[in-house]
């Protein structure tokens, strides 16, 4: 059961079942948990007490709390069009960075860190512009992340942020993930293929925690997700974006809303309303064949009617390429899709893309910015990636 006011009853056997808001107010006045006679209360309590923390959390310690909504600055224009990666840095680092891509040179600049987690499947909610991924820990969690960037600077060290947890997920692993620019809805892809979603409403009013256990009881994520797709063709996407649109030529040429991934020289187009609609199509007009995963894809929709699209390849070699998935055509009875290089990009593993999608596009025209020569260098300050997490079955 979810828990979305202070004046709902606890939903464990919390000490005669006594209401939330009456306990921490005896919480706050007397600084200690108080015992029921007649039981052992202490667990539940501690857990109630997690809870308090994690509602805001001045009431019982006076400190700033993980779950604390700090929306990503999609409304500041230094901020705004980011293409960003989230990056898994395993040992010696252990740490998680959010990371900026430098346009000029390829690299990623860190700006929000967290120490000792792996994520994954994150994306930016385009209607409260807060951070959203899966955890890599067992059981997979849905969190929200917390980066204060109101005094950073591009340059400045990055900021260490922080994680709330909202709940579980059943599934082996969870390796892509994004919202729909048009109704908020969050979209996971598990392992095999097994698209999830998670609406709006239940996003915005799921309860946070500091602990992850105390999400994990409470279970709040798992009675409210649906599958919407099933299919192993969609297994090799590290990573996708969701986009309302009409593919010329491709399903009768009506508008829907789409899953789109790249993987090598293809991209992936899965209806999300018609299961059975899916297609490979062929890159065409990028100068050179890309290769292997895109595990960063970006969508950038200021115009909604014709979102740019941006697929980051993850082995440094062929940069940032764009699909027109507005442009597709028939050549010799294949379909084809134009696509551009736009930007390098250095080489990353264990990672996924995430920006503003209501913003226009930072990158120049597609076919305007020089192939890259040779691979950015794979290294940026201390950002040695040494674990991978979007392989394939």
Do not use: H
């Not at 692993?173 to 709006?200: C, Q």
């Not at 064949?289 to 993850?314: E, H, K, R």
């Not at 009875?333 to 990353?348: H, L, Y």
């Not at 593993?349 to 995430?354: I, M, V």
């Amino acid at each position: 059961a979810k828990i979305n006011s202070l004046s709902r009853t606890f939903p464990f056997a919390f000490c005669r079942n006594v209401p939330v808001q009456m306990a921490l107010a005896v919480i706050v006045m007397v600084g200690m948990v108080v015992a029921v006679a007649g039981g052992n209360c202490q667990a539940d309590d501690n857990v109630l007490m997690q809870m308090n923390q994690d509602r805001g959390g001045s009431l019982a310690t006076g400190k700033r709390s993980a779950c604390d909504s700090k929306p990503f600055p999609c409304s500041n224009p230094a901020f705004a069009n980011f293409p960003l990666q989230q990056i898994n840095l395993g040992s010696p680092d252990n740490k998680v960075t959010f990371s900026v891509l430098d346009l000029t040179t390829g690299n990623y600049e860190s700006i929000c860190e967290i120490p000792n987690v792996e994520l994954n499947a994150c994306g930016i909610n385009p209607s409260t512009d807060e951070i959203y991924c899966m955890t890599r820990d067992t059981p997979r969690q849905l969190v929200r992340i917390k980066c204060d960037l109101d005094s950073f600077t591009l340059g400045d060290t990055a900021v260490t942020g922080q994680v709330c947890y909202l709940g579980p997920l059943d599934g082996p692993d969870f390796n892509a993930g994004n919202f729909d620019p048009n109704t908020g809805d969050y979209y996971v892809k598990e392992s095999g293929g097994i698209i999830r979603k998670i609406d709006f409403i239940s996003l915005v009013t799921f309860t946070g925690y500091e602990s992850a256990a105390v999400a994990e009881a409470v279970d709040q994520v798992k009675p409210v997700t649906t599958t919407v797709v099933s299919d192993t063709d969609l297994n090799p996407l590290a990573d996708f974006n969701i986009a309302k649109f009409s593919a010329p030529g491709i399903f009768g040429g009506a508008e829907d809303t789409y899953l789109v991934g790249c993987n090598g020289n293809k991209v992936i187009l899965q209806s999300l309303t018609t299961p059975a609609n899916f297609i490979r199509i062929t890159m065409t007009d990028f100068g050179a064949v890309p290769a292997g995963q895109s595990g960063a894809t970006w969508l950038f929709a200021g115009d909604t009617t014709n979102p740019d699209i941006y697929c980051a390849y993850n082995n440094g070699a062929n940069g940032v390429i764009q699909v027109n998935v507005t442009g597709t055509f028939k050549d010799g009875g294949q379909d084809k899709i134009p696509a551009g290089f736009v930007s390098s990009s250095r080489g990353t593993q264990s990672n996924d893309g995430l920006n503003c999608m209501k913003v226009d596009t930072p990158f120049p025209p597609a076919g305007t910015a020089p192939p890259p020569t040779t691979r950015p260098p794979t290294t940026t300050t201390t950002e040695t990636t040494t674990t991978t997490t979007t392989t394939t079955t």
